[in-house]
């Protein structure tokens, strides 16, 4: 058994910053990508970061130079520090990774519940 838990969501004004956070947890083997979508009220769901096992990274677009995403290596952990936050970037915020767990024989795909980034002013 394996989850996924972000945190760090939060009501942030425009072009203010924010600090979400990504923890696996169980019995893991190995991960292998771990990164971040979003997905705002009748839009779909959009990747925005990844970083994988070597810590080569990969943005989206619109969040280029504003957001980075970060891992320790060798962790269960994963970070994205989001500035000048605009309020397009409102959505809730999912962490995915690709998981190797006991009692099973692929790696697979995990996500979390999502927390909720809001920018306002």
């Known amino acids: 058994q394996a989850q996924l838990v972000e945190s760090g969501g939060g009501l942030v004004q425009p072009g203010g910053s924010l600090r979400l956070s990504c923890v696996a947890s169980?019995?893991?083997?190995?991960?292998?990508?771990m990164g971040w979508y979003r997905q705002a009220p009748g839009k779909q769901r959009e990747l925005v970061a990844d970083?994988?096992?070597?810590?080569?990274?990969i943005y989206a677009d619109s969040v280029k130079g504003r957001f980075t995403i970060s891992r320790v290596p060798m962790s269960t952990t994963a970070s994205l520090q989001m500035n000048s936050l605009k309020p397009e970037d409102t959505a809730v915020y999912y962490c995915?990774?690709?998981?190797?767990?006991?009692?099973?024989?692929?790696?697979?795909?995990?996500w979390g519940q999502g927390t909720q980034v809001t920018v306002s002013s």
């Open positions: 995915n990774a690709k998981m190797w767990v006991r009692n099973t024989t692929t790696f697979d795909d995990y």
């Open positions: 970083i994988n096992s070597s810590g080569v990274a």
């Open positions: 169980g019995s893991i083997f190995s991960i292998d990508h």
